[in-house]
């Protein structure tokens, strides 16, 4: 199923706040997120504006292309 974007679209962080690793990010709509289950100790979620989402997006690629490189 391909997600798309719209104006219920919801951009998020998971973090483990015992390490402080960030163990995911993405998007979805919004009633797929409220229907998900509640992360548990020691996750947690952080919501992000779609500019936020970008530019963590953009920046994994950037570090993806110079790995390449080398």
Do not use: C
């Amino acid at each position: 199923m391909t997600k798309f974007e719209d104006k219920d679209t919801r951009y998020y962080l998971d973090l483990n706040l015992r390490t402080r690793e960030i163990v995911a990010w993405g998007y979805d709509q919004r009633e797929r997120l409220v229907d998900e289950q509640v992360l548990e100790a020691p996750f947690h979620r952080v919501f992000l504006t779609k500019g936020q989402y970008n530019k963590l997006d953009q920046r994994k690629r950037e570090i993806g292309r110079s790995r390449r490189e080398r």
